[in-house]
């Protein structure tokens, strides 16, 4: 409760920030819904190919995924050391978040390019479309969420983030939890239902 | 939660009341926020009844020529997105904005900045997609934009998207609105401020929040995946491509049936404030009246394809959407019912709001029973694309809605300016209304189960029609007349000055337990609450009526600073969508950049920007 001290009563006990953080992603969820539902109504609906079996490299994506995942992992140890107000583990596990997200998004960046050498494209079919406007959007989410924590990190090097406010960190660690989520839903959706 | 003492000196001339256009941008008081979504509101709902009277005039005779059919079709469209997006979400949002903190004993919402954000946002919006008239390309697809009639083939011009990227960003207002408001009633409630004793009006907000939050996101991906298809040369709704148009109507109505909750649930909550107090009597079966309101919502996400009958669904499909349409009539019933249940036996005061109030309850019933109809498949068949349909969701759009707002006003204006409408002005307003309205809209029903279409410019003569259509015409002029009378009692009463007591209607509420109109923090010191009518107990346990409360001093009390990032982050909004409108042209990615970069810097700023949220 020491992180919340210096919040003003809230009729819930939850920080408003916190509530609002909270409420945001419920609205999110109807969000990412909508888009996978999209991309599993004009799944096999394309006309023309590349069709997904013939043009997705699963490990790459694997490896991506892994790093989305562990990143989930290391911004709890980084939240938890900033309200222990252990600067080192704090900073540290946040620096390797961010790496987390940097290199998903480098993968990103990459399969796009190599999806677009191979002919696919938002306009070529329905696949192209619907993939490019899913996983584009989680990867701007991705993308947002980095800037938002590199910062928090800032922040933190210049010490303005102390356990008292440790909520200011928590709101952009709920946030990444969230897009990785959506990601954990996309992968097997999308990359191994590829039929 | 905000007595703490100041820490910096000055502190008294931080609450001096502050005025001038800076102020106004500025402003982060939700008080002023909740008038200016207000204004706004209705200076576009005088623009959305324009273009309804422009069609009204249009259709007086058969065969006329009074505007082109191209002209035609953007007006009904834009009177339809006006009225829904421009109109009736922004005047409920004056009411939350206004009345939810003074309902449920708070100093603010839970973010006021976010709040200011929200409104400029939508104000932009609206002003982007009026600005279409200018350029001679206002949407013309209908409000609910059906592809592949809103597509690049069938729309070419830059119509459909102004309407796409307007409706985009009053999305995104009424998103962010969304969290503050469902926030801010549950987080900012006054000590003994129970969920289960909130008032109405707040209950039915709140509600509302949820459905904002649960399908705007959902219009969202649908006006995306249009604007990929227009700007980009995707194939999502393009048969061509392998695209079904059947989607966009599926996404389109999974938000567009839970929107016609938003325009409604604000209004039950209005009737709900205003019948106890002008029946003396309690609200009748207040927790079914809230246990209703959470199953409409929760129906309302399941019957979105009855928007869709004609589209061929099949026989199951369209059993379990009817079935499911027709479950909706049951909590609306109790409500109608604990409406007039409050009424029965009460002390009736016949002031105008609650004159509004009763035609809302009668106008309403009859919209809601031809929803009904509606519901049956077979039927609904036979209607579809006709005046009856035009005559059902007026009756709850207008007879409900408007009905219920227009009551909202006369019953909360004193509280809001400092000063009483009239009175006699106020109920020839009513009688005009509600004549014109019937006038109008009744004869609707018969030419179109007579087989009237809906959105055809003009008709033949020798079909039936034309006495009946004459008639609406000059229903629709009284209509409109109703508001002239409205602005001539607005004009008069704020010329007049008779200042309004804190409490003229004997309110149940806590907003009539302080001064007409609100100091800037509401509350000398946050009330504690005891009950369902915290007001009308305070009063009966002190005796009857109580002194005029005095104007007190709001030195100690910390209030949140004015900001204009806000404004800032909205202008940054707008310049990304007039940017994205750009994108091809030679400075496209620049201007896209530039517009990114504003709004980021405006982003940045309001987060660092010193700040208490008081």
């Not at chain 2, 449920?104 to 932009?124: C, E, K, Q, T």
């Not at chain 2, 002031?351 to 019933?365: C, E, S, V």
Request: one cysteine or more; aromatic letters at 16%.
């Amino acid at each position: 409760m020491d992180a919340h001290a210096l919040h003003p009563a809230t009729s819930t006990g939850i920080p408003n920030r916190k509530l609002a953080i909270w409420t945001f992603i419920g609205s999110e969820c109807l969000f990412f819904a909508s888009l996978i539902s999209v991309y599993l109504v004009y799944r096999g609906k394309s006309l023309v190919g590349p069709y997904p079996a013939e043009i997705f490299e699963i490990p790459l994506v694997t490896v991506g995924t892994a790093l989305l995942l562990f990143s989930s992992l290391f911004v709890v140890l980084a939240l938890n050391g900033c309200e222990q107000g252990n600067r080192k583990k704090f900073l540290g596990w946040l620096a390797m978040t961010i790496l987390c997200g940097i290199f998903f998004i480098g993968m990103q960046v990459y399969e796009f390019t190599h999806f677009y050498h191979e002919g696919l494209t938002m306009q070529k079919n329905l696949f192209g479309a619907s993939f490019f406007t899913l996983t584009g959007f989680h990867g701007t989410h991705v993308t947002i969420g980095v800037i938002w924590l590199i910062s928090i990190f800032i922040e933190g090097v210049r010490g303005h983030v102390p356990p008292a406010k440790a909520l200011n960190f928590e709101m952009s660690a709920l946030y990444w939890h969230f897009v990785d989520v959506v990601w954990i839903v996309i992968f097997p959706v999308v990359y191994l239902m590829n039929k | 939660m905000a007595t703490s003492v100041l820490d910096h000196a000055g502190a008294v001339g931080i609450h001096a009341e502050k005025t001038g256009l800076w102020a106004w941008i500025t402003t982060v008081d939700h008080k002023k926020i909740g008038i200016l979504y207000g204004a706004s509101a209705f200076i576009f709902f005088l623009i959305g009844g324009l273009e309804a009277l422009i069609i009204r005039w249009q259709l007086m005779k058969p065969d006329n020529n009074f505007v082109t059919p191209e002209f035609y079709n953007q007006l009904f469209t834009m009177h339809g997105t006006t009225m829904i997006f421009l109109a009736v979400m922004p005047l409920s949002a004056m009411f939350f904005n206004f009345f939810i903190p003074l309902l449920i004993g708070a100093r603010d919402v839970a973010f006021p900045r976010l709040n200011a954000f929200s409104f400029w946002v939508f104000l932009f919006g609206g002003l982007f997609l009026n600005s279409s008239f200018l350029f001679n390309a206002a949407p013309n697809g209908g409000w609910f934009g059906y592809a592949n009639l809103s597509s690049k083939q069938y729309s070419p011009g830059l119509n459909m998207d102004f309407w796409a990227m307007g409706l985009q960003i009053l999305g995104i207002a009424s998103l962010a609105a969304g969290v503050n408001f469902f926030v801010t009633i549950l987080n900012m409630r006054a000590p003994g401020m129970k969920l289960i004793r909130m008032p109405m009006f707040v209950w039915m907000s709140f509600i509302t929040q949820l459905l904002v939050l649960l399908s705007f996101p959902v219009i969202t991906v649908a006006l995306i995946l249009l604007m990929f298809d227009r700007l980009f040369g995707t194939n999502f709704f393009v048969p061509a491509g392998g695209g079904d148009t059947i989607l966009w109507q599926h996404l389109f109505w999974v938000f567009g049936h839970p929107e016609v909750y938003i325009l409604i649930l604000p209004a039950f909550g209005i009737i709900s404030e205003v019948l106890p107090v002008f029946s003396r009597k309690p609200l009748f079966g207040y927790t079914a009246m809230v246990f209703s309101g959470c199953f409409i919502a929760f129906l309302g996400f399941g019957v979105w394809s009855h928007h869709m009958f004609s589209t061929g669904m099949g026989p199951i499909a369209d059993s379990v959407f009817s079935l499911a349409t027709m479950l909706i009539a049951i909590p609306t019933g109790v409500k109608v019912f604990n409406w007039m249940g409050t009424t029965w036996g009460g002390s009736i005061q016949m002031k105008t709001p609650m004159y509004f109030a009763l035609g809302f309850i009668a106008m309403f019933i009859m919209g809601g029973l031809s929803g009904v109809m509606h519901s049956s498949a077979p039927a609904d068949l036979q209607q579809t694309d006709t005046y009856f349909v035009v005559a059902h969701f007026h009756y709850v759009l207008f007879g409900g809605s408007i009905f219920a707002l227009v009551s909202g006003a006369y019953y909360w204006w004193p509280k809001m300016f400092g000063h009483m409408l009239d009175e006699g002005l106020g109920k020839v307003h009513f009688w005009l209304m509600l004549i014109g309205f019937n006038l109008t809209f009744f004869p609707m029903h018969i030419v179109g189960l007579e087989g009237m279409p809906r959105r055809v410019y003009t008709y033949p003569a020798g079909l039936g029609f034309e006495s009946l259509n004459r008639l609406e015409t000059i229903g629709s002029l009284i209509l409109g007349f109703s508001f002239l009378v409205f602005i001539f009692n607005v004009i008069k009463s704020a010329l007049s000055k008779v200042p309004a007591p804190a409490d003229p209607w004997n309110g149940a509420t806590l907003e009539w337990s302080i001064p007409s109109p609100p100091q800037e923090f509401n509350f000398p010191s946050i009330p504690t609450v005891h009950g369902r009518d915290p007001f009308w107990e305070e009063k009966r346990a002190r005796g009857g009526k109580l002194p005029e409360p005095a104007r007190v001093s709001g030195a100690g009390i910390h209030l949140p600073d004015p900001s204009y990032w806000p404004f800032l982050a909205a202008v940054g909004v707008l310049l990304l969508f007039i940017a994205l409108m750009h994108h091809d042209s030679k400075f496209g990615p620049a201007y896209i950049f530039a517009a990114v970069s504003v709004l980021f810097f405006s982003i940045f700023n309001w987060v660092f920007e010193p700040f208490h949220e008081g």
